[in-house]
């Protein structure tokens, strides 16, 4: 059972604007930035969004990131076929002294 | 450009070790930490822990004492993790992710994980 908890699934069609969200208590996103990382079929992770809602060079602004108290969520927006991959929000938990992912958003473009 | 290069793919009966190996470029390897995650088959990403490049010395996170060792030789810019007891639960792929430079907000520092390596598939079966 993971500490950030994220939907499983979500989906649209291309052109859509689709959300992620991440759920986590006041020892992790609480108190800590937000990471999002974006893993596309059979490849490693990849970071899609730092320090809440920074994007690294390369990124399409069509990734946006936000936090609101103990919750943060990815927005994208102009869905494209090549969005379709597994989404994973991460932080660092105070009480627990690990880093901790959600369980993953499988994103489908339909 | 910055980059971290592991080992391939192995193979390994119950029982016995393997060292994965992860080589850094691109950046001196010595000034960001690095970081283990294991992801396996069909589930997420679990930290396994870090081990500072400066000092070698390591962290390791609840349920990776004991049989997982991670560590360096800076000479060639390299981390290692060594698995011994291999379990077939031990079966995923293990990826090196180095530490970010710090992001100081309101006065703290935060890192995250900003360079992954590609994974090494560690497959345990008899």
């Known amino acids: 059972q993971s500490v950030l908890t994220q939907s499983p699934s979500a989906s649209g069609t291309p052109g859509q604007s689709v959300t992620i969200s991440c759920s986590g208590g006041?020892?992790?996103?609480?108190?800590?930035?937000v990471t999002w990382y974006q893993q596309l079929p059979g490849t490693a992770p990849k970071l899609l969004i730092y320090?809440?809602?920074q994007r690294p060079s390369g990124v399409p602004d069509r990734f946006s990131g936000s936090k609101s108290g103990a919750s943060a969520s990815l927005a994208i927006s102009g869905l494209q076929s090549e969005d379709e991959a597994d989404y994973y929000c991460a932080t660092w938990d105070d009480s627990l002294n690990v880093w901790v992912f959600g369980a993953g958003t499988k994103l489908t473009v339909l | 450009q910055v980059q971290l290069v592991q080992s391939g793919s192995e193979l390994k009966k119950p029982g016995a070790s393997v060292k994965i190996s992860c080589k850094a470029s691109?950046?001196?390897?010595?000034?960001?930490?690095l970081n283990w995650v294991r992801q396996a088959p069909g589930q997420g990403l679990e930290w396994m822990g870090w081990?500072?490049?400066?000092?070698?010395?390591?962290t390791y996170a609840q349920g990776f004492t004991g049989r997982f060792v991670f560590s360096l030789d800076t000479s060639v810019s390299t981390a290692y993790l060594q698995i011994s007891g291999l379990k077939p639960e031990d079966t995923a792929i293990y990826y090196c992710?180095?530490?970010?430079?710090?992001?100081?907000?309101?006065?703290?520092?935060?890192?995250?994980?900003?360079?992954w390596g590609k994974g090494t598939t560690v497959t345990v079966s008899s």
């Open positions: 320090n809440n809602n």
């Open positions: 081990i500072s490049t400066s000092t070698g010395i390591p």
């Open positions: 006041k020892s992790n996103i609480g108190r800590n930035i």
């Open positions: 992710a180095r530490d970010s430079p710090g992001v100081v907000v309101t006065g703290k520092t935060f890192y995250y994980m900003d360079v």
């Open positions: 691109g950046y001196t390897f010595t000034v960001y930490g």
